[in-house]
């Protein structure tokens, strides 16, 4: 199984539908990040956590909100989704303690139409 | 602002022959990792490297944080390399947080 697992791998929805992305990981992380990535570009940063009690927007967070349930979780939503916020979406972990070295998820790949 | 550039943007190999990738970055950074997108869309890790020479198999890569650049060298390439090449970089001002550069798209022809 791996570390970090994301759900629903692939989703389709419709303009305004809430959707929410989860994001699970064993690697006992302490910080959790949500990354955007469009076609032909680089992950862009939406929200980031470094430990249950903090949360903090990143450079595209209008539009996102998150929550981090518990250690080992920590989801993102689309209150209502619009088709510009389709893309492909990755959950990273790293270690507070550690050298920062970032582990993703498989990607959760989200159309609206 | 905080800037992360990779060249160059798109790569096209014969199968066998060498490549190199670079990434420029434009403050100190904390770490530096290369990451290699294959064509399923998954992200994954070749080097953590804020600084020095590493070398796993037909890959190295090479960061001189002085100088404020990164190499990432493919020896012998295949067919499986392709895919797009990621730098990422941790700034010592923005601890905590990756910035990624927008990739290198490599195809190898076999």
């Known amino acids: 199984d791996a570390d970090v697992t994301q759900t629903p791998r692939n989703r389709i929805t419709k303009t305004g539908k809430r959707i929410m992305l989860e994001c699970s990981q064993t690697?006992?992380?302490?910080?959790m990040y949500w990354y955007r990535q469009d076609p032909g570009l680089g992950l862009r940063l939406i929200y980031y956590?470094?430990?249950?009690?903090?949360?903090n927007k990143g450079e595209i967070s209008d539009g996102y909100s998150v929550s981090r349930q518990a250690q080992a979780k920590f989801s993102l939503s689309l209150e209502s989704a619009i088709p510009n916020q389709t893309a492909l979406y990755f959950c990273?972990?790293?270690?507070?303690?550690?050298?920062?070295?970032?582990?993703f998820g498989e990607g959760s790949r989200l159309t609206v139409l | 602002g905080i800037q992360v550039e990779q060249s160059p943007p798109d790569l096209i190999l014969q199968e066998g022959a060498n490549s190199t990738l670079r990434c420029n970055f434009s403050?100190?950074?904390?770490?530096l990792q290369w990451f290699h997108q294959n064509p399923w869309g998954q992200l994954i890790n070749l080097f953590y490297?804020?600084?020095g020479t590493k070398q796993n198999g037909r890959l190295s890569a090479t960061t001189v944080a002085t100088e404020r650049y990164s190499l990432l060298y493919i020896s012998s390439s295949q067919t499986t390399d392709s895919g797009v090449y990621f730098c990422?970089?941790?700034?010592?001002?923005?601890?905590?947080?990756?910035?990624f550069g927008d990739g290198t798209t490599l195809t190898v022809k076999p």
């Open positions: 403050d100190s950074v904390n770490n």
């Open positions: 956590s470094f430990d249950v009690k903090d949360i």
């Open positions: 990422a970089v941790e700034y010592n001002t923005n601890a905590g947080k990756s910035t």
């Open positions: 490297i804020p600084s």
């Open positions: 990273a972990t790293s270690d507070l303690g550690g050298a920062g070295e970032l582990f």
């Open positions: 690697k006992g992380h302490d910080r």
